[in-house]
């Protein structure tokens, strides 16, 4: 089993900057790629990045330039974190934002944090 906490969420006027950040705790070292999802006001949740074990990112295209994803993990200490940087935030960009961490058999979700970007 995994947990996952995100932290993070707030307010920003357009053209501001959150980082969102993700506490992985279980058993981590299970865990292969990791991923961030929105889900905005009426819609459906929908893919913003995604970081495997070896580092490699994917961006939504809506977001690709702007945000960034990274993970920060420790093997020996059971220590995993994911980060989401957004910069230059646009107010379409306001959602619940939740991590994710997959290992090949199950997909493992936090509880979201909201990203309100006002214009």
């Known amino acids: 089993q995994v947990q996952l906490v995100e932290s993070g969420g707030g307010l920003v006027q357009a053209g501001g900057s959150l980082r969102l950040s993700c506490a992985a705790s279980?058993?981590?070292?299970?865990?292969?790629?990791m991923g961030w999802y929105r889900q905005p006001p009426g819609k459906k949740r929908e893919l913003v990045a995604t970081?495997?074990?070896?580092?490699?990112?994917?961006?939504?295209?809506s977001v690709e330039g702007r945000f960034t994803i990274s993970r920060d993990n420790a093997k020996t200490t059971n220590y995993l974190k994911l980060y989401l940087q957004m910069n230059d935030l646009k107010p379409e960009d306001t959602a619940v934002y939740y991590c994710?961490?997959?290992?090949?058999?199950?997909?493992?979700w936090g509880q979201g944090t909201q990203v309100t970007v006002s214009s």
């Open positions: 994710q961490g997959g290992d090949g058999l199950f997909d493992y």
């Open positions: 279980g058993s981590i070292f299970s865990l292969n790629a």
């Open positions: 970081i495997t074990s070896g580092d490699r990112t994917n961006y939504a295209y």
